[in-house]
Structure formats: structure tokens, C-alpha cells
């Protein structure tokens, strides 16, 4: 205790460029704490020492930096993999490397800043100053998560993915509430010497037991489902994953040999006792009109009697009125489409160019200096053979709140992307435990096809029924888990946990205001 005493006392003396690596070492061992290392324990020193810093911040200017150093260390470790995207085409986008890494993360590093200084302002003390600081980070989290069109990737709340007991809670709070809970686990440890500061960390420590013991009891009852009934009768699906580099998918010269090596994976062995055939986000790295031939070879690819599903660019219109979508498709054997779903939320900069006037026209999407259109509101689709889908493509996995509605909750989660823009890195599996997440909070399971991996099924409980790793070539054979019957309480009641939270932290705000009047 006393070493962990000199060693708080130390972070909170220190000043300069000392203080700042402090503040950018705490945030990088909060990213170790994410997929796919998942080292939990280290959510301690991360916010701990963040709010030791904060505690002897001179200044809320002072407070601002602390945030933002502690936020650039996070971002810049989680984030690097926005280079590897970047020398897919590296005549043309290398030099964009250092904006990438060093400039962009430092803007959303900003978001950190706020958050302390916010902290800072308030000017609290004692244990209230780490529970309001749980709750300030949170709300600027979903502000991240919304603005500019949104960009909630790594919330501290994944950190529980390290086990799927832990994960069970997204079931209660979902992953904005559970990021409320790592920070508050992770910053408990500022309340040592505090009076009643070790009660605190027992609490909040005991929670997180609780909420483990809670997470075990809930997946073995769902043990208990007998395996006649886990899955979904007369579904067979069958998930390629054809690992085509993000090199030669849109090479003019190999785009058909990709293409057929989609095919050639397709037809392997036990084909016919496979129901439906997922391919992953623009596995046709062709754009496709309705009645285009190329349907009907898609159709002749497969038997009659079973249906492929894949990602593809669908584009209607000539000249100015020309319009194209990031889709998925359903197909039959014949080349009709049977189903399709246009992609609503965009990438920016990779689908569609923000401040385009501003900035040069050639980007990263595949159809060159055009913006993909954005499809229509998300619903539940009834496709042939299939309960409910809910499909996401690619980043559209990574937000918390899909608006399922009550009255049409769907059966399967089908989410596709192409994640070779990022090579072996850590983000596809940062991707891919994002989405995992999601299965847990609506309690529906997930079905995830990926170019270049991770391809999964995950149950209802974000238990992973078949994987096939990154960077792996292979197909996966296997049935459809069934959804749970029963609601999820995060479904019922999605963010209103977070409200109630900000609602009791303007409470104890005004409490200590009062206090420090009389």
C-alpha cells in the first residue's frame, strides 16, 4: 500500500512532458485492456492514474491536457490500423499516413479532454469526483458515438468481452453502461487514503462480482435449453470466407479470379445439405443492375432450392442521375433477386467525403470520386428460408443502439464486411468483438462474414458457436442458433440506464454545491 501511496503521489507532483507521458501511458494501457489482448486488470492503473492526474491538476486548462494526453495514447495504439487501409494504395494515399495517425487521433482525442475538463470544472471532491467522472466520460462517449455521424469505436465497455460471463451484463446496460462501469472500476482505486475509500472500492469491486456471478447463472439456464431447441429447424448456412487481399479485390485484372474463387469455395464438399450461402460485404466487386447478367451467373453457382446471400454494389441510373449503394442481396439459382438491403450508415471517407468542395475528389471508395447513396431506415426483412434478419454491413455493427423495434424484432443479426482494409492489425478483431456485443444486448444471434476473417456464429449469450480466424481461407458449415424468446432488458430499455446515472450525478452535483455554501 505504501509504494501504490509514492507512486500516486508521484504522478500527481509531476509536471511537463513528465506528466504527459504519464497521462499517454495510462491511455495505452487502456487500449490493452480491449480485443485482442483483453488484459482487464490494467482498466486500473489506466483510469486510476487519469484521475490521479485530474486530482492535482493546477487548472481545468491543465485538467483539458491531461484527458487529451491520455486520450492520444489510447486512440494511437487503438487506432494505427487506419494506416494499413491507407497503403492499399500507397502511390496515392502514403503520404496521408502521419494526418492519419498522429492527426486524426488527436482530434478524437478531444473528446477525452472534455470529459476532464468537464471533471475539472465542477470542482468536486472525495468519492463523489469518481463516480461523476464514470458518468462525465460516458455521456461524452455517446456524444462520440453520435456526432458527425458517430464514431463509437472502443468504448471502454468492450473490456468485458475478455470472458463471456463478464459479457453478459451488455444484457442490462449494454455497452454505454458498461463503459460507465470500467471506468468506474478502473478509477475506484483513486479513493485509496480518501475517507471511506476502501468500503468504496470493495462496493464497486463486489458489483462487478455480483454482476460475474449474475453472468455464470444466466449462461448456464441457457445450458439447460435442451440442443433440440437451439436451433433453428431446416437451416443449414454455409459462410465463405475467400480471404481475397484488399490488393487484388479491386484490381481490374483479378476482380473475376476473386470472384470465382467465391464460387469454387461455394461448391465444396456437402453443398447440399446447406440451405443458404453467405458471402461477405462487395464479395462481387462489381457494380450490379437488375437484370444484368452477372445475376445470372451468381444463379448458376448455386443449386436450385437454395439461396445466396451476398454483399454487393448495386447502381441504377446514367450520367448525373447515376446512383450506387453498398448492398446486400439475396439471390435464387435462376439470378433473381430475391431481397436486398442498402447500407444507411456511411464510413466517412471511405464511402462518402466529407466537405467534398474542400477536398481533393479520388478517396478510398471503390467507385472513385462518387459518394455511396444511403439506403433506407433499417428493419427487420423476411428473406426466403430464414426467420427475421436485421442485417448490418460492416460499420453499422458497431453501434449500440440498432433501433430494433418492439413490434418486429428480427430472429438473426447478419452482419457482412470486408475488413482487408486492415490487414492482420488489431481492428478486425476490435471489429469483430463490437459486433459480438451486439448479439448480447438484443439476445439475438449473430451470423458475421468477413473477406478476410473474423467469420463467426455467435448464440444469443455472445457465445461463439464456429469461428474461422483472420487471414484464413475456408468455409464454416453450420446450423442457426435460435434467438432467446424473452426480451433483453437493454432491448426493453435500451440508454435509459444512462440517464438515470446522469440523473443522480446532477443530483449529487447539487448536493456538494449546497454543502460547500453552508
Known amino acids: 500500500m505504501p ?57 481545468h486548462k491543465r485538467a483539458f491536457w491531461d484527458g487529451w494526453w491520455w486520450g492520444w495514447g489510447f486512440y494511437i495504439t487503438g487506432l494505427y490500423w487506419f494506416c494499413v487501409a491507407l497503403l492499399t494504395d500507397p502511390e496515392k494515399f502514403a503520404w496521408l499516413i502521419p494526418f492519419a495517425l498522429f492527426g486524426v487521433t488527436a482530434v478524437i482525442a478531444i473528446y477525452c479532454g472534455i470529459a476532464c475538463w468537464i471533471t475539472s470544472r465542477l470542482r468536486l471532491a472525495g468519492l463523489t469526483r469518481i463516480f461523476v467522472f464514470s458518468v462525465v466520460w460516458t455521456c461524452v462517449e455517446v456524444a462520440r458515438g453520435h456526432l458527425f455521424t458517430g464514431f463509437p469505436w472502443n468504448l471502454a465497455g468492450y473490456s468485458f468481452g475478455f470472458s463471456d460471463v463478464t459479457l453478459q451484463m451488455a444484457a ?14 478502473g478509477g475506484s482505486f483513486a479513493a485509496l487514503g480518501q475517507k471511506r475509500g476502501a468500503a468504496f472500492i470493495l462496493i464497486i469491486w463486489g458489483l462487478f462480482a455480483v454482476g460475474a456471478g449474475w453472468g ?13 431447441e437451439r436451433y433453428v429447424p431446416g437451416v443449414m448456412l454455409r459462410l465463405v470466407q475467400a480471404n481475397i487481399s484488399q490488393f487484388h479485390k479491386w484490381d481490374p485484372k483479378l476482380q473475376m479470379q476473386g470472384l470465382q474463387e467465391f464460387v469454387r469455395l461455394t461448391k465444396s464438399p456437402g453443398l447440399e445439405k446447406v440451405t443458404h450461402i453467405i458471402w461477405p460485404e462487395t464479395a462481387v466487386p462489381y457494380t450490379i443492375k437488375a437484370g444484368s447478367p452477372l445475376l445470372r451467373m451468381l444463379g448458376a453457382s448455386i443449386p436450385e432450392g437454395k439461396i445466396l446471400i451476398t454483399g454487393a454494389l448495386r447502381d441504377e441510373g446514367e450520367g448525373d442521375r447515376w446512383r450506387v449503394w453498398n448492398s446486400l442481396m439475396a439471390l435464387n439459382h435462376d439470378g433473381s433477386i430475391v431481397g436486398v438491403y442498402d447500407k444507411t450508415r456511411l464510413v466517412p471517407f471511405g464511402e462518402f467525403l466529407p466537405f467534398r468542395s474542400l477536398l481533393p475528389k479520388s478517396w478510398l471508395t471503390p467507385v472513385g470520386d462518387t459518394d455511396f447513396s444511403r439506403g433506407a431506415v433499417p428493419h427487420t426483412l423476411e428473406w426466403p428460408g430464414l426467420p427475421p434478419i436485421y442485417p448490418l454491413i460492416c460499420y453499422e455493427a458497431i453501434f449500440p443502439e440498432l433501433g430494433i423495434a418492439s413490434g418486429e424484432r428480427p430472429q438473426l443479426l447478419l452482419n457482412v464486411t470486408n475488413d482487408a482494409w486492415f490487414g492482420t492489425s488489431t481492428g478486425p ?19 458475421r462474414v468477413a473477406n478476410t476473417g473474423i467469420s463467426a456464429v ?12 483472420l487471414d484464413k481461407q475456408g468455409i464454416i458449415d453450420v446450423r442457426l442458433p435460435k434467438a432467446r424468446q424473452a426480451y433483453t432488458t437493454y432491448n426493453i430499455f435500451n440508454n435509459i440506464f444512462i440517464q438515470l446515472l446522469l440523473f443522480i450525478t446532477v443530483l449529487l452535483i447539487l448536493r456538494q454545491q449546497r454543502a460547500l455554501e453552508n
Open 3 to 59: 509504494l501504490i501511496q509514492t507512486m500516486a503521489s508521484s504522478i500527481v507532483a509531476s509536471r511537463g512532458w513528465k506528466r504527459n507521458v504519464a497521462a499517454f501511458v495510462c491511455g495505452v494501457l487502456a487500449t490493452l485492456t480491449l480485443a485482442p489482448f483483453f488484459l482487464f486488470p490494467l482498466i486500473i492503473p489506466a483510469f486510476t492514474g487519469l484521475l490521479l492526474l485530474l486530482g492535482g491538476a493546477p487548472s
Open 172 to 185: 442490462l446496460i449494454g455497452a454505454y453502461g458498461l463503459t460507465w462501469f470500467a471506468v468506474l472500476l
Open 216 to 228: 455464470a447463472w444466466r449462461l448456464s439456464e441457457a445450458d439447460k435449453i435442451p440442443e433440440s
Open 429 to 447: 478483431y476490435q471489429h469483430f468483438h463490437m459486433a459480438r456485443m451486439r448479439a448480447v444486448e438484443e439476445g439475438i444471434p449473430l451470423v
Open 458 to 469: 455467435v448464440d444469443g449469450f455472445g457465445r461463439i458457436i464456429s469461428v474461422l480466424s
